[in-house]
């Protein structure tokens, strides 16, 4: 079986950029090597450049396990899709039933 590509809008193509320069920034404030990052991560060094570079087909997982090599950033994740209005207000929505009127 052949692997299924996925799609990636544009919009969330310049996030995941973005995201992978933040992640650059952070481990030079921090002063520390590609090699380190990758060897505390358990990734090679170019899966690092990828997860720096933005690229999408690199694994959420990943991701997340650079960040916790870079000193616990990883807890940031846990703000992805905390507060979905838009969510919400559909699950309200979905709430209300509608009243009858009372028997006499």
């Known amino acids: 079986m052949s692997k299924k590509s996925v799609v990636v809008m544009p ?7 973005n995201m992978g320069e933040q992640i650059k920034m952070a481990r030079l404030r921090r002063n520390l090597s590609t090699e380190l ?8 060094r170019a899966t690092l450049w990828a997860v720096e ?10 991701y997340a396990a650079v960040l916790h090599a870079l000193g616990g950033m990883d807890k940031d994740l846990e703000l992805v899709a905390k507060d979905d209005e838009f969510g919400r207000r559909i699950q309200d929505m979905n709430l209300i039933t509608p009243k009858r009127a009372k028997r006499k």
């Open 11 to 17: 919009d969330t193509q310049k996030i995941l950029k």
């Open 37 to 44: 990052v990758a060897e505390r991560a358990g990734i090679s």
């Open 53 to 62: 570079k933005g690229t999408p087909t690199v694994a959420i997982g990943t």
